[in-house]
């Protein structure tokens, strides 16, 4: 039998099927294979695929990687190793510790030796919650995207039901539903770049922000930073927003940024060595990479401010690294 490919997938789903209705195939698949019958190893492994894009709830990770382990075996009996391979890699992925399902096999069996030789493949960016239940990821809740493999997303509302579910291939986009507004906050701290008389300069630079989301891949910026030109920390509040410009482990963002001097003397003088500059505008470029519930991010800000007499305008440079994490 010839594995339904993942667009028919998506496209068919005319009967509903409970997790424990997907497990009964994937057993009977795993039966059939240890029968030595290939015809009933495909056919129960080829309804077991499509029966999970139709679950009412979320497979557990085992049955998944069971499910990715029988797609592998169909594709060992049609003599395919490299869809052998990656089904195996979509299980280990799933569920490292799943075992083949027949003891009798040798230990030197083909199949034994390719599942041996596979690791799982490494992980993308969290998947956006949705604005009502979340996502389950190969039956892992809230899990993150998956690279280079096909997986099984699966989209739940409040009560836990399945909404939406299909079989993602490794460059498929995520499907669209509305994302719950979330709220982050970042710590970041660094340099203030600027040309003067003694040439280019750092300066100190600390940042408090949180950050939410306006509308699509947009979102909010508002809080505090400080800003140390020569003599003094000048305190300023910033409010700005930034949009993402992708999903991902790694997430670059543009943006643009205000500041407002919170006090008009700073107590600082205006020389060759001690330039006071208020930073007005400013356009961050960044990133943010994917380490947890913490995250780094790092940003540059080009951007433009006065002179503490308000006489002169100035370009500057902000390089400022730091962590945020989900409030």
Known sequence: MVLLTLTALAARCSEKATPAEVAALIANAEKSFADRDQAAVGAYAGAAQEAAACATAPLPPVDVARLYIVLGLTAFLAKDRDATQAWFQSARGAFPEQALP???????????????????TPVGGRIPRPAEGWVVVDGEPNGARPLGR???????????????ARWMG???PLPRFEHRAHTRLAVLAGGLHYPNASGVRAMGSLAAQVTTRLVGPIDLDAGLSANHFGRGWVPAARLGGRMWLREGRVVPFAGIVANITLH?????????????????????????????????EAEL???VGKSHDGLATHV?????VGASLDL
Do not use: K
């Open 102 to 120: 027949d003891d009798s096999l040798a230990e030197n069996h083909p199949v034994r030796q390719l599942y041996a030789g596979v690791s799982s």
């Open 150 to 164: 096909t997986w099984l997303f699966q989209r739940v509302d409040g009560a836990g039901q399945v909404v939406d």
């Open 170 to 172: 490794p460059s498929d």
């Open 264 to 296: 008009g003397d700073d107590g600082d003088e205006a020389n060759g060595e001690h330039l006071v500059v208020r930073p007005i505008l400013g356009v961050p470029l960044g990133a943010r990479v994917d380490v947890g519930r913490i995250d780094l």
């Open 301 to 303: 800000q080009p951007g």
């Open 316 to 320: 500057f440079t902000r390089l400022q």
